[in-house]
């Protein structure tokens, strides 16, 4: 049996529009005809009540985190109702909840300035990550004048490549007491 469009508000106040399914089987046709002149109607008219009492009482982030939730509420409430006429409820399932324009654009910029967030938050543990190095560099450095020089190699190496031509008077370490007394004034 289908359930559909159903207008319903969830306990925050967010109007939703639901579809839901339900399978049911007959166990004694003659008891259910006996207590039911409209055994369909009954049915349907049940899972309505069932489906906005699930919906009414969650909120709109419970319901989109659980739709199994509601599906458990609706599941216990329509087989209490049926019992007595010998009809058992199989399934039942939400199949869609239809959010509102508004309402699904304001979520899309919540989830988009939660995802914001986390990269934030992952940004700042690489740069973190990135000083702790350079201060470990550091002070490696300053306690081995070879890790300083073969690191100021490593610098001029990068600055070779981007130039053309390079010209070399005076040897290695001229180059590199020059370089340091550049960059100071």
């Not at 109702?81 to 409820?89: D, L, N, P, Q, R």
Request: charged content about 30%.
């Amino acid at each position: 049996m289908e359930v559909s469009g159903q207008d319903i508000l969830s306990k925050d106040k967010v109007p939703l529009r639901l579809n839901l399914t339900a399978g049911f089987r007959i166990q004694d046709p003659l008891r259910a005809k006996n207590g039911l002149s409209d055994i369909t109607g009954f049915l349907y008219k049940e899972l309505q009540f069932g489906l906005r009492g699930a919906v009414g009482e969650q909120t709109l982030d419970s319901l989109l985190e659980d739709k199994g939730a509601i599906d458990r509420s609706i599941s216990e409430y329509i087989r209490q109702e049926t019992a007595e006429y010998a009809i058992e409820v199989d399934s039942v399932g939400v199949k869609d909840i239809i959010l509102p324009g508004d309402i699904k654009t304001i979520l899309s910029k919540v989830v988009e300035a939660e995802k914001a967030a986390q990269a934030n938050v992952v940004r700042r543990r690489e740069e973190t990550a990135a000083t702790r190095s350079m201060l470990n560099t550091a002070r490696v450095m300053e306690d081995n004048p070879v890790a300083l020089r073969l690191k100021e190699l490593e610098v001029l190496e990068r600055i070779a490549e981007r130039i053309d031509k390079i010209q070399v008077n005076g040897g290695l370490d001229s180059i590199l007491t020059d370089l340091i007394r550049i960059n100071r004034q």
